[in-house]
């Protein structure tokens, strides 16, 4: 199988990628970016690397070289921004990978999507792929997430639609170091009552669960949407002190009330907004995600794409704190 793999130059696509050129089924991965980073570079004979921007059709075109499945990890993945970009990023850049994968007829696409649609501040648990989204969705992020999602289950290619939930380990660039930053500034402080309840997931897992998507022969997995996650939800705030006292951070202990600082991140919304529309120091979506709980149900994936979980949320932390030290600490 020939495998073209977008978002490959970031956290999730170049863990998949890792994953994609040891599966003996896996015979040749067009990796597609914007730019190489070093430390999220794999070398091997089954790789080719194209960079460029998938908002070209004429690029997108180009990658469609004898090519089986598509996998689309990429996407602008944010609190704040402008609708316009998001809609470029995450919406025309999909519509223009389904059109070529129409005229080339591709055999399987799979789209990482996001359990941000479900998130609409309150505790949720056990939230399940078809209960009912909120009628309006946290952001700009997640809106346009569910766009990507409409025109690929609109499109008839053969599909699965993956939503991962808190994606954590090595490599990662985006949940753990906007923490880090955060106490490093002095910023970061428990809000609410520290005891929300999460589900974290493995990237090892979600290359997995990929990886199960492209090779599923069970009609009945295709064309669905899954969640997926380490199916074992955890306090975050233990989670969150846990990595940063072995970084050697002083973990925070004090608490401020949800209502205070939500109240405080409407305030720097609205200033952002009058001003120069720069992402604020707080979110209302990035304060609502440190304070309440959210846990999915993956028994779905289990059923129909025999995922397991093999990465436990200690293991994937274990990960993250090497790699950390290793190559940002």
Known sequence: MNVLLTGATGFLGWRTLEALVNDPAIDNIVATGRT??????????KVTYRLGELENKDFVESLFVNIDAVVNAAALSSPWGDQEVFETANVHTQRNLIEAAKRHEIQRFVY?????????????????????????????????????????????????????????????TVIMPRLIRAVDDGRLKIIGDGKNVVDLTSVANVAQAILLSLKSENESSLNEI??????????????ISEVLTRLGRTAPNRKVPYRLVKWVAQFLEFKSRMTNNEEPVLTQYGVGTLAFSLTLDISKAKNLLGYQPTVSTEEAIDEFVNWYQDHEG
């Open 112 to 172: 990482i999507s996001t359990p941000s649609l479900y998130f609409n501040f309150s505790d949720r648990f056990e939230v399940k792929e078809d209960d009912p989204l909120p009628q309006t969705l946290v952001n700009h992020y997640a809106e346009t997430k569910r766009k990507a999602e409409l025109l690929l289950m609109e499109s008839e290619l053969p599909h699965i639609i993956l939503r991962p939930r808190a994606i954590i380990g090595r490599g990662d």
């Open 226 to 239: 899954y969640n997926i996650s380490n199916g074992a939800p955890v306090v975050l705030w233990d989670a």
């Open 36 to 45: 190489l980073k070093l430390t999220h570079t794999v070398a091997h004979k």
